[in-house]
């Protein structure tokens, strides 16, 4: 089992072959499990009523008016635009279905954005034990029935950690984390916080990178890639950024 984060950024470029190789992978018992984004689809749709996005630290700020987009957004157009790709394979939900997601208010400025407080991995599991490949929008819900907006980055790192899967694969519009032009291999959790602090890593790069060492307790591998590069991310191959625990 391995979860996989689609961003927004390539959501609306993904080939066919894309969802091909991710069916196949499925059949293949490799059991994906999708979490996605969609920020640059919430934001056209904002703009076209006329409400101006607004990021705090590279998250939206989220009022009333903002919420309701970002759930009609993600939740019907992003998340089935991918549950229909995957052919009957794909099962769509977002983190409020079953309290999959548990969260609460973000201390902060950013309205209604969760702070993500547990994720109940038991549905996911048997959904993909199913023979489904679950697709989850980056939302999560509290008790009194309060909808949040989550950074789909630290969704999907959160749902890998209460999975407990080998694998974390981010995938994204750039060949990985870049310096200079050149795409870095391998970083330790240190070096992130480096180059995090040297300006290198920036904007939406940011909630990944983070995402990574959060997740990186409780799973073996995080890798930021291109699209392209799936099926030899999923074998192990050296593509991409890895992002490894320790100080080395
Ligand atoms: N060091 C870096 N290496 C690669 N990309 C970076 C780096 N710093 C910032 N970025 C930015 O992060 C972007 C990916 O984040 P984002 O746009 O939020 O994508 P997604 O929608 O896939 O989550 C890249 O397109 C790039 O502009
Ligand atoms: C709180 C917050 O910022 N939520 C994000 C959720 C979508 C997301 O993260 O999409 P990408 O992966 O495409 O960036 C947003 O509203 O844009």
Known sequence: M???KCGGSTLDQLP??????LIQLKRDGFDPIIVHGGGPAISNTLKSLQIEPQFIDGLRVTDEATLQVVEMVLIGQ???QIVKQLKGYGFGLSGMDGSLIKASKMDGPFGFVGQIEAVQP???KSLS???YIPVIAPLGIDEQGQS?????????GAVATALGVEQLIVVTDVPGVMENGQVIPELTTQQVTELIDKGVITGGMIPK????MDALKAVDEVVIIPPANLGKAVQKEKVGTKIKGGAE
């Not at 066919?16 to 190789?21: D, H, L, M, R, V």
């Not at 949040?148 to 999907?156: E, F, H, K, L």
């Open 2 to 4: 391995f979860i996989l």
């Open 16 to 21: 066919a072959s894309f969802y091909e190789e």
């Open 78 to 80: 992003t998340n089935k």
């Open 122 to 124: 038991e549905l996911i």
């Open 129 to 131: 034990d199913n023979g």
């Open 148 to 156: 949040y907006n989550i950074n789909a980055d630290t969704a999907a």
């Open 209 to 212: 990178v983070k995402a990574a």
